[in-house]
T-cell receptor, first 112, second 115 residues
Framework: AQSVTQLGSHVSVSEGALVLLRCNYS??????LFWYVQYPNQGLQLLLK??????LVKGINGFEAEFKKSETSFHLTKPSAHMSDAAEYFC??????????FGTGTRLQVFP | KAGVTQTPRYLIKTRGQQVTLSCSPI?????VSWYQQTPGQGLQFLFE???????NKGNFPGRFSGRQFSNSRSEMNVSTLELGDSALYLC??????????????FGPGTRLTVL
């Protein structure tokens, strides 16, 4: 069965610093991978997704993620954090029935 | 194009009652999925509807049910509410499931509190 592990429930960075949020997946079939962001009292917003093709995926708000099959990873990065990036981030994988299986989330704090 | 809308946004119920939540998908989207979000269990899949048929179901008791109408709008119902049902219930819509281009777009959620 598919699963997702997000390392680090909380990540803190300074404004302007690199953001790295880790996600590892377990899948018996080629996965579709997603990163979603959730701001307080809101739903989930899609940041980016990997289905097939190019392994470096660019998303909204300057985020990108690289699919590494050999490492079963799909880490999310952003070169320079902004205060507005403070939110909770969820990595997800679809299983062979297409439902989303989410990680436990990583709360990103950005300090001035 | 309007996003996914969910009503009501907030709901307070007492144990034993039942509740119905509503979700209107993005125009043209035919698939609707429901998720429960709690601090303890995180985001968990409830069920998915496509063309008025339940296509997928998560591991939730039979007290949780749903349906989809011909206009793709969906409702979920929880009967005999328990304290543990307090959660944010998220609805997501997508064009057609099973496609590599399929992305689920989420609504703002309904915050259910069971007292």
């Amino acid at each position: 069965a598919q699963s997702v592990t997000q390392l680090g429930s909380h990540v803190s960075v300074s404004e302007g610093a690199l953001v790295l949020l880790r996600c590892n997946y377990s899948s018996s079939v080629p996965p579709y991978l997603f990163w979603y962001v959730q701001y307080p009292n809101q739903g989930l917003q899609l940041l980016l997704k990997y289905t097939t093709g190019a392994t470096l995926v660019k998303g909204i708000n300057g985020f990108e993620a690289e699919f590494k099959k050999s490492e079963t990873s799909f880490h999310l990065t952003k070169p320079s954090a902004h205060m507005s990036d403070a939110a909770e981030y969820f990595c997800a994988v679809t299983d062979n029935t297409d439902k989303l299986i989410f990680g436990t989330g990583t709360r990103l704090q950005v300090f001035p | 194009k309007a996003g996914v809308t969910q009503t009501p946004r907030y709901l307070i119920k007492t144990r034993g009652q039942q509740v119905t939540l509503s979700c209107s998908p993005i125009s043209g989207h035919r698939s609707v999925s429901w998720y429960q979000q709690t601090p303890g269990q995180g985001l968990q899949f409830l069920f998915e509807y496509f063309s008025e048929t339940q296509r997928n179901k998560g591991n939730f008791p039979g007290r949780f049910s749903g349906r989809q109408f011909s206009n793709s709008r969906s409702e979920m119902n929880v009967s005999t509410l328990e304290l543990g049902d307090s959660a944010l219930y998220l609805c997501a819509s997508s064009l057609v499931p099973g496609s590599s281009t399929d992305t689920q777009y989420f609504g703002p959620g309904t915050r259910l509190t069971v007292l």
